[in-house]
Nanobody, 116 residues
Framework: QVQLVESGGGLVQPGGSLRLSCVAS????????MAWYRQAPGKQRDHVAH???????NYADSVTGRFTISRDNAKNTVYLQMNSLKPEDTAVYYC??????????WGQGTQVTVSS
């Protein structure tokens, strides 16, 4: 029933930007917190950012000042604007309906590769 579809990943040079999107269905989107996570090769899946139903945002220290999470409830979509990208940002990025990685639902992920 619940489906999350991420898109917007790709290959970008260090210092570049990407904008990720996640379209949700099967949930009451307007009432849900939405979050972005990422998983780099050989590492655990970590929280990147989340946005509450009311629009309050939180960011991991590693991305604060560079990434911006936003949502468009009319489109059931959450976005992640990523600026000043670094090689260490390389990961598969996932959206989720919870701030707890052990709960909620996952999308299929979208690959972000930051390399020269």
């Amino acid at each position: 029933q619940v489906q999350l579809v991420e898109s917007g990943g790709g290959l970008v040079q260090p210092g570049g930007s990407l904008r990720l999107s996640c379209v949700a269905s099967g949930i009451n989107f307007n009432s849900n917190v939405m979050a972005w996570y990422r998983q780099a090769p050989g590492k655990q899946r970590d929280h990147v950012a989340h946005i509450s139903s009311g629009g309050s945002t939180n960011y991991a220290d590693s991305v604060t000042g560079r990434f911006t999470i936003s949502r468009d409830n009319a489109k059931n979509t959450v976005y992640l604007q990523m600026n000043s990208l670094k090689p260490e940002d390389t990961a598969v990025y996932y959206c989720n309906t919870s701030t707890n990685a052990a709960r909620g639902y996952w999308g299929q992920g979208t690959q972000v590769t930051v390399s020269s």
